[in-house]
């Protein structure tokens, strides 16, 4: 079945370096991409989409990219921020585009 | 400002009590999302809806039903409540067209006792 995971261990690193999350996906291959973030007790907010023919996307310090061939997208923050910790999600559509595969979030702290 | 609005951020309830989740979403988004959210599990879909009075089963239907008889406004109903629905339960709202991404409302928790 579609399959989407992220690193499941917390990411922690300092104010100022540059924050790069995993998503890899199996068994599928998806027309888009789409990463969220997500604050504790909240809905998750979009980011950035990424097509299936779009190496790479760049919306002010962040940055996606997309690897068919590795089946893989990697998502920076660069420049990090405290204010940056959160819970980062990817998630790709399923086959009829109606709905997403959702991967179960990444946690990045921001060290000051 | 794009919108989506939940009728309740907490809610406690009993086991067996009949539980209404109301989601209202003002950017006239064809598609409706209902989802819930626990440590470990990530979002599951329960239902979601692509058209006034359509809806289809997510991942986990079982429990739920909903109800979407305007276009604005999207119900999750739980008819007889269980600890196992004890939750965070997320609406979300999108556009249509392929690439549009979810907006999602602040989300309900619910502690079914």
């Known amino acids: 079945s579609q399959k989407i995971e992220q690193n499941s261990e917390a990411l922690n690193i300092q104010e100022g370096k540059t924050a790069t999350l995993t998503c890899n996906y199996t068994?599928?291959?998806?027309?888009?991409l789409q990463w969220y973030r997500q604050d504790p007790g909240r809905g998750p907010v979009f980011l950035l989409l990424i097509r299936e023919n779009e190496k790479e996307k760049r919306k002010e310090r962040l940055k996606v990219t997309f690897d068919t061939t590795l089946k893989q997208s990697l998502f920076h923050i660069t420049a990090s921020q405290p204010a940056d910790s959160a819970t980062y999600l990817c998630?790709?559509?399923?086959?009829?585009?109606?709905?997403?595969?959702w991967g179960l979030g990444t946690s990045l702290a921001v060290n000051p | 400002d794009v919108k989506v609005t939940q009728s309740s951020r907490y809610l406690v309830k009993r086991t067996g009590e009949k539980v209404f989740l109301e989601c209202v979403q003002d950017?006239?988004?064809?598609?409706m999302f209902w989802y819930r959210q626990d440590p470990g599990l990530g979002l599951r879909l329960i239902y979601f809806s692509y058209d006034v009075k359509m809806k289809e089963k997510g991942d986990i239907p079982e429990g739920y039903s909903v109800s979407r008889e305007k276009k604005e406004r999207f119900s999750l109903i739980l008819e007889s409540a269980s600890t196992n629905q004890t939750s965070m339960y997320l609406c979300a709202s999108r556009g249509a067209g392929s690439y549009n991404e979810q907006f999602f409302g602040p989300g309900t928790r619910l502690t079914v006792l």
């Open positions: 950017m006239d988004h064809e598609n």
């Open positions: 998630a790709f559509n399923a086959g009829n585009n109606r709905k997403l595969i």
């Open positions: 068994n599928y291959s998806p027309a888009y």
